[in-house]
């Protein structure tokens, strides 16, 4: 893969250099080929996994910390609804609910990705998937999952939670349910959401495309209410691996 180095010295990909701006045909048209075979990847290790909730937040709280043992309880109770938990397959909130899912005997799936200080995936994962770009790892992620899960963390988390409601608020997917965990944690934004509001920036409905809750249990109602009851789910069929193209059933362990 090609690199490009920063003025700092540190290596970065080729992500990076594609951001740069426009290069020439050949590279932007090799770039398009690299995200495409990415993107079936993707398609390869997921495809097979069935319905899925995304857990998103920090991966920097230690096992110590009382959102790390929440999120154990909250992949837990996912797997026991039937769904796979699906985290960006790093430490801290990613493992936990990872390990929930894991130690509760369901499907626990990693997508993890490149970077430049290299994030190992953590060991509660019965499937994994490396990529090398953001944006190819969280389309993936929101293709493949029924609800989305919103713990305390950080810039990354956020990008997800404003992607998952931007693509609700305008149409693209519809009836996904949102729950944002930890109501003090999350005040804040609140708060700006509702100036948002007030400064009609937003409307008044989009408040209520999320729950904010500290009840594990609320969460669980919430996403039953949402995504188990909804018939469009009850109607999709996970597809069956086809032998000649070289397609592996989804492994549990």
């Known amino acids: 893969m090609k690199k490009s180095i920063a003025p700092s010295g540190s290596i970065i990909n080729n992500e990076s250099y594609f951001l740069e701006g426009p290069h020439s045909r050949i590279k932007d048209f090799g770039f398009t080929l690299e995200i495409m075979f990415e993107f079936i990847k993707g398609f390869r290790t997921l495809h097979f996994a069935g319905p899925c909730i995304a857990v998103f937040g920090s991966a920097r709280f230690k096992p110590d910390h009382p959102v790390y043992s929440n999120s154990i309880v909250m992949g837990r109770e996912i797997s026991k609804l039937g769904f796979g938990v699906m985290t960006g397959g790093g430490p801290g909130v990613m493992e936990a609910a990872n390990k929930g899912a894991f130690e509760a005997g ?30 190819v790892r969280k389309v993936l992620m929101f293709k493949y999952s029924y609800a989305f899960v919103v713990m305390p963390g950080g810039m990354g988390t956020l990008d997800e939670l404003f992607e998952a409601l931007t693509l609700i608020q305008t149409g693209k997917i519809k009836g ?50 949402y995504a188990t009851d909804k018939p469009w789910l009850m109607r999709k069929k996970i597809p069956k691996p086809l032998k000649f193209l070289g397609e592996k059933v989804f492994f549990w362990r």
């Open 106 to 135: 369901g499907i626990s799936i990693g997508c993890n990705i490149k970077l430049p200080h290299e994030q190992k995936e953590n060991p509660y994962l019965t499937r994994e998937v490396t990529f090398e770009h953001f944006f």
């Open 176 to 225: 996904f349910p949102v729950i944002l965990f930890g109501k003090e944690y999350w005040n804040n934004l609140l708060m700006q959401l509702q100036t948002m509001e007030d400064h009609k920036t937003i409307d008044a409905k989009d408040l209520e495309l999320f729950l904010v809750t500290d009840d594990i249990q609320e969460a669980m109602s919430h996403i039953k209410r």
